[in-house]
């Protein structure tokens, strides 16, 4: 039984007779043999919460290196989609492999979600050396993330030289998925009256990079004018954000944005804050996961426990339960198990 | 008289509360949504001067005689699979009278590619005829005077190089372009909108539609340049007040682009046409029709100044809604095209295609394309419907309904220009989504039963429909077609063709007209694939946002 | 709410072909997707090719094609021989359009496993996915 925490449902591949990669060795096998389809689905898994994932990452653990992680976001409409295919197209033309991770918030209610953001790049489908994977948020957004981290640890197994992450910068929450990536670039419009909203959501603190993109457009100047304005403002730091004017579906600043990106890394490595960084990540990373199995585990304890349920009813008393489900013995847990 | 009339108004709606209601579940409002009164009264009709038809703003119609002065121009769109099957046709057309005739192109023509592209594979002349180059057009039209018929042709995208394969042929005939009359699509917006059909980035794209408005309006004058279309709003499940809107503001949007170019709006806006659907929801459509006279009236006379009169009139073709056609019963689709087009004749349109019952399934039959043309000569010539000018005009319903569209579409104006104009309103995807809102609404009321479409989702017959003739295209065309593209290619004189491909990528990367450009490459007989993929070296294609 | 919400299917949707007639496919992505399917919308004139290589990488166990310019004979089967070559036939696929009853039947014969004419309830495609993935339900 094992690992059912991870997912209150039966896993829908579990029945999955039609295929090689229903045991866990093949996938590996196929997955080191460099088929898409193995590491496509060892993606479904982390998704998934899927127990099967732990061994397949401790086995790949030492396999490729750890790819270079761009991320992008911006608001709907202001071209991100485009611009990343054109950042994929520059990519390619230095010959380096690339994936790209686009994110998409989840429809709240019922589980279901559409991912579209693949459309713009879908001209790089055929490509051998582009994958292209969308993820929906399925519900809570902390789990994009750790989503999104894991599967950077497969691509970068895989042999990808970069990974790119794409995500609607639209909300706080939203923003926690793009500080997965190394290097931030926010991308702005001069026309959706988005630059204020992305500002106030605390869109300054993750950027490393702007891209205002549309900049044929009127009203260019007027938001390099209040971007700069606002960095000013800030806080002193050792990196200062530049900001970079693009036309995307003109291919038109898409070099100067990736210099800007590489420029950023080379910052973090002489800083010192990429070992910093990485230390922090394994950190958050843990507690996120920690926090994601405390969830699993209350959800379970309350499901299954109708006295624990009645009493939090009848109480109304979320803390106190919680606390009480934490300070559960394993030996309790694993009989929950 | 006054409180006498507001008594009886008061006991009819206390009757009316009074009595027993329907409890079907059925929806009262319109098929888009626009709630309805269950009576209408002297109190909803608007206050203001009374109207009268050829007078502005024309809500009762453009022409003071109406369909007396002259009825509707019965105008049956089609199209054939090869140039040589369809010229016959058009030949045996004109010997029987008629004077105008109309090209439907295949997908991979109406998508700039060659019939030889990979892309084109099972395509090719599947839904119209397929045009790669000039000398598919010299087929096209062998024999045919072309100074002395109109031709409309239904294309968008590469609709430039197609008028210049038009002109092209005119020349070989010796008919001077001044003599040429007839119709281009020609509307990219509401391909960026609804149909979908765009190939290059929406500003390049415009460029095309103003070089050929503006090239037309001095070498080619009798050629509608545009016919700015709802019909394809409509069809991917807009409601009749975004229909309206939307073409209209579409409508402004080259407007806006000509004036910019530096011309003059009285040089061109007579030449603007437009072409509207004829859904099933009949007063609705009668209003939505009326309002689009008066709202372009008021838009072209008061907010661009234009000062003759006939810039101030709206002109529109109808088609009758092939959306609301179905493949179960389809004889029912003869009644349901029969009210559009009553519809559509009600609401003053200048000229009409009536839908065959069975082109929900295929190309139609010609027993199925006659009955339809047939549909019109009956409500013309045995209804009475076109002895009296705007006969509903003074309806408290309709002149409210009327009103209420106009409303509504003045609303979607205001919204349009607060995300900056069509064309940003295009990019961030607000048309496609609220045209998405809409098909989904309506879809879930079909599912719920709130709305009914007989035979669909209620009256269904138990035993299976009588399967319908339907009319094959022959796979050998797809590889006869591209042997002939390949052997065009290989014949001409390639040096011309290549420095005419080579003029046309530097015009494009500069302010040329293209115009001219395109006509020298056709002569050369580039390909139409060619001459798109020149264009697309210098402006590059578009991805729509993803609105689903 | 979440907990109970995960049921994550996923189905590759898009257009093959040159039209652009939408209305159909963005409504039954919808309706996957209140019945709380990942959908991954392509977009429009997408190749056989391009279908399947989506499909492998958004690792999807659903393919639903929608196709309205008459080219279904030619387009169905070459998605069919390219699921093939990329040993991937366990994929299902569906489809909907404008497509004769005898075509239907011939392209069922071939491997589609489902097609979906104009004013089929939204439910009833629901319904199908259901039964033909039951492992997936809640």
């Known amino acids: ?337 | 008289m006054k409180v006498r009339a507001r008594d009886a108004n008061q006991v009819w709606q206390e009757e009316f509360e009074g009595a027993p209601a329907r409890d079907d579940g059925i929806e009262t409002s319109t098929i888009s949504g626009v709630s309805l009164k269950p009576l209408y009264t002297r109190e909803d009709l608007p206050r203001r001067d009374e109207e009268f038809p050829g007078q502005f703003p024309y809500t009762r119609g453009i022409h003071p005689s109406g369909y007396r002065g002259r009825l509707w121009t019965m105008r049956q769109f089609s199209g054939f699979a090869t140039a040589e099957e369809t010229n016959r046709r058009y030949k045996y057309l004109l010997a029987n009278g008629q004077t105008g005739l109309s090209v439907a192109f295949d997908m991979p023509t109406l998508m700039g590619q060659d019939s030889d592209a990979p892309t084109s594979r099972g395509e090719v002349g599947h839904c119209g005829v397929a045009i790669d180059s000039l000398a598919d057009m010299e087929t096209l039209f062998a024999g045919i005077p072309l100074g002395d018929i109109t031709t409309s042709m239904t294309i968008n995208s590469p609709a430039a190089i197609l008028l210049c394969m038009y002109i092209a042929v005119a020349e070989k005939q010796g008919v001077p372009a001044d003599k040429l009359g007839g119709t281009l699509q020609n509307d990219i917006l509401k391909e960026f909108i609804a149909q979908k059909e765009f190939i290059f980035p929406p500003a390049p794209s415009m460029r095309l539609v103003v070089d050929s408005i503006e090239y037309c309006a001095k070498e080619v004058p009798k050629w509608n340049t545009i016919s700015i279309s709802g019909y394809h709003i409509r069809e991917a499940g807009s409601t009749a007040a975004q229909e309206l809107a939307f073409t209209l503001a579409d409508g402004m949007a080259y407007v806006d682009a000509c004036l910019e170019r530096g011309m003059h709006i009285d040089d061109f806006a007579s030449r603007l046409s437009f072409f509207f659907d004829a859904h099933i929801d009949f007063f609705e459509e009668i209003a939505k029709f009326r309002a689009a006279r008066r709202i372009w009236a008021r838009w072209m006379r008061e907010r661009y100044g234009a000062q003759q009169e006939r810039s101030w009139k709206l002109r529109f073709h109808t088609q009758t809604a092939g959306v609301s056609l179905t493949a179960q019963q389809p004889e029912l689709n003869i009644a349901r095209t029969a009210i559009e087009a009553l519809a559509a004749v009600l609401g003053g349109t200048q000229s009409l295609h009536t839908n065959a019952m069975d082109e929900v399934l295929a190309l139609p039959t010609d027993k199925a394309a006659r009955l339809a043309l047939r549909t019109q000569q009956l409500i013309a010539y045995e209804t009475g419907v076109a002895n009296t000018l705007d006969p509903l005009g003074g309806s408290y319903f309709i002149e409210s309904l009327t009103d209420e569209m106009e409303r509504q579409a003045e609303a979607y104006f205001k919204r349009i220009d607060e995300i900056g104009g069509v064309i940003p309103a295009i990019e961030s995807g607000f048309f496609q989504k609220e045209i998405a809102d809409a098909a989904f609404r309506y879809q879930k009321e079909l599912e719920e039963k709130s709305r009914l479409v007989v035979g669909v989702n209620e009256f269904i017959n138990d035993e299976a429909d009588e399967s319908i003739e339907i009319l094959r295209i022959d796979p050998l065309l797809e590889s006869q077609q591209s042997e002939r593209v390949r052997e065009v290619r290989r014949k001409r004189d390639q040096a011309m063709c290549a420095n005419a491909l080579q003029s046309l990528r530097k015009a494009a990367a500069g302010t040329d007209n293209l115009m001219p450009h395109i006509l020298e490459a056709v002569r050369a007989y580039a390909t139409e694939g060619e001459i798109m993929q020149a264009m697309i070296e210098v402006f590059g294609t578009y991805t729509e946002t993803a609105v689903v | 709410m979440p907990s109970t919400a995960v049921r994550p299917v996923r189905i590759v949707v898009a257009k093959v072909g040159l039209d652009g007639h939408d209305r159909g496919v963005k409504v039954v992505a919808r309706a996957l997707r209140d019945a709380g399917y990942e959908v991954i919308y392509t977009g429009l004139r997408q190749t056989p090719e391009m279908v399947v290589d989506a499909a492998l990488q958004e690792d999807a166990q659903v393919i639903g094609l929608s196709i309205h310019s008459g080219a279904h004979m030619t387009l169905f089967p070459a998605v069919i021989a390219e699921l093939k070559r990329r040993e991937a036939t366990d994929i299902i696929l569906f489809g909907g359009g404008i497509i004769p009853d005898d075509d239907i039947t011939a392209l069922k014969k071939k491997g589609v496993e489902q097609i979906f004419t104009p004013g089929t309830p939204l439910q009833e495609i629901v319904d199908w996915l259901r039964k033909r993935l039951p492992e997936s339900a809640v």
């Open chain 1, 1 to 337: 039984m094992g690992w059912s925490w991870w997912s209150a449902t039966t896993s829908p591949y579990a029945s999955w007779a039609s295929n090689d990669l229903t045991s866990d060795s093949d996938l590996l096998a196929r997955f080191r043999a460099g088929d898409v389809r193995a590491l496509a689905r060892a993606i479904s898994l982390i998704e998934r919460r899927d127990p099967a994932i732990r061994e397949i990452e401790e086995s790949l653990r030492d396999s490729g290196r750890a790819p270079g992680v761009a991320g992008f976001t911006g608001a709907p409409g202001t071209g991100k989609s485009t611009l990343v295919d054109a950042v994929v197209a520059l990519l390619r033309k230095k010959e380096e492999s690339v994936a790209v991770l686009a994110t998409d918030p989840n429809s709240p209610f019922t589980g279901g979600a559409i991912l579209g953001d693949r459309i713009r790049m879908q001209r790089h489908a055929l490509d051998p050396k582009v994958f292209i994977r969308s993820m929906g948020a399925r519900g809570h957004l902390g789990g994009l993330s750790l989503a999104a981290r894991e599967a950077i640890r497969l691509l970068g197994a895989f042999g990808f030289d970069e990974v790119i992450l794409e995500t609607v910068g639209v909300g706080q929450s939203e923003l926690e998925v793009a500080t997965v990536a190394d290097t931030t670039v926010v991308v702005l419009t001069p026309n959706l009256g988005d630059s204020v909203q992305m500002i106030k959501a605390g869109i300054l603190e993750i950027a490393d990079v702007f891209a205002v993109n549309k900049s044929d457009i009127e009203g260019h100047a007027r938001v390099v004018t209040e971007l700069r304005t606002m960095l000013n403002m800030g806080p002193k730091s050792d990196w200062k954000p530049p900001i970079i004017p693009t036309i995307a579906t003109k291919q038109e600043g898409i070099e100067q944005v990736w210099e800007a990106v590489v420029a950023h890394r080379r910052h973090l490595e002489s800083s010192g804050r990429a070992k910093e960084l990485g230390e922090k990540r394994l950190r958050d990373e843990t507690a996120e996961v920690a926090a994601e199995l405390a969830r699993r585990r209350a959800r379970r304890a309350l499901d299954e426990d109708p006295q624990l349920a009645e009493r939090l009813l009848r109480d109304g008393t979320p803390y106190r339960t919680a606390e009480e489900i934490l300070s559960r013995t394993d030996n309790e847990l694993n009989d929950e198990r």
